[in-house]
């Protein structure tokens, strides 16, 4: 309990207690439980707001809601690695610039993109929507435990998210993904949908950072929690039309 409070205070601003010591190999296992934390309370605050407003003005304060929960903590991440990788510099300048703190064109066009992406998907899906919110963040937030476990940090000589990669991650760290996919049989035969495009989009995202980069970076993980939670709204919003 005291690790799952450390990984709430981690990803979230919501009061959380006093935690134990900084512990990341046994916080980020529990990543993908914060996630259903966070899917159970927009669930929640989307059930409420659907019954005032309709579809596309609940799909913006829903995606408000989950910006503001997590201290658009991933958001930041998404800015700084669109404008490192995709200003076509070399590796260590695109290092360099995924850590100065400005924000560029790039960045700023990723960020809307995606949270514009997440509204379309969240106004027009319907089919299972309750289970859906809860799951799709605890996705998202799974994907990070691929990237460390899978690619090395692009940092050694520091940098926000040295402590995560000091020891390999043990494939027993991936025990709590099995919650949202155990929830995910309750979406019927959108479940197919929902875990291949899980599987798809990792496997895809960290293919093209070791081809582009070769390493991963704190930002880098927080990107891959934004497209991955993207591409799971657009999912359901798909998956009901079958």
């Not at 981690?10 to 899917?39: C, W, Y």
């Not at 990237?147 to 494939?171: A, E, M, V």
């Not at 929830?183 to 895809?204: D, K, Q, R």
Request: hydrophobic share 55%; net charge neutral.
């Amino acid at each position: 309990m005291n690790q799952l409070r450390a990984a709430i205070s981690f990803l979230t601003i919501l009061p959380a207690g006093k935690s134990a010591a900084f512990d990341p190999d046994a916080m980020v296992p529990l990543f993908p439980v914060v996630g259903l934390i966070i899917g159970v309370l927009l669930a929640v605050f989307d059930n409420l707001v659907m019954r005032i407003w309709p579809n596309p003005v609940g799909a913006v304060l829903d995606v408000i809601f989950l910006v503001v929960i997590t201290g658009a903590f991933h958001l930041d991440g998404l800015g700084d690695t669109a404008d490192g990788i995709l200003s076509h510099r070399s590796r260590e300048r695109a290092l360099e610039i995924m850590k100065d703190s400005r924000l560029g064109t790039m960045g700023l066009a990723a960020i809307v993109c995606v949270l514009a992406t997440k509204w379309g998907g969240l106004a027009t899906f319907g089919h299972h929507r309750f289970i859906a919110l809860i799951i799709i963040p605890a996705y998202a937030r799974a994907s990070v435990i691929f990237g460390i476990r899978y690619l090395k940090y692009g940092r050694p000589d520091g940098g926000t998210g040295t402590d995560f990669f000091k020891s390999p991650l043990p494939f027993l760290s991936f025990i709590w993904i099995l919650l949202p996919v155990f929830l995910s049989f309750f979406l019927g035969m959108e479940c197919l949908f929902i875990n291949a495009v899980f599987l798809g989009m990792v496997t895809g995202m960290i293919l093209f950072y070791k081809h582009q980069m070769n390493c991963i970076t704190g930002d880098m993980l927080g990107a891959m929690v934004e497209v991955t939670e993207t591409a799971l709204f657009l999912t359901m919003a798909v998956g009901g039309n079958f």
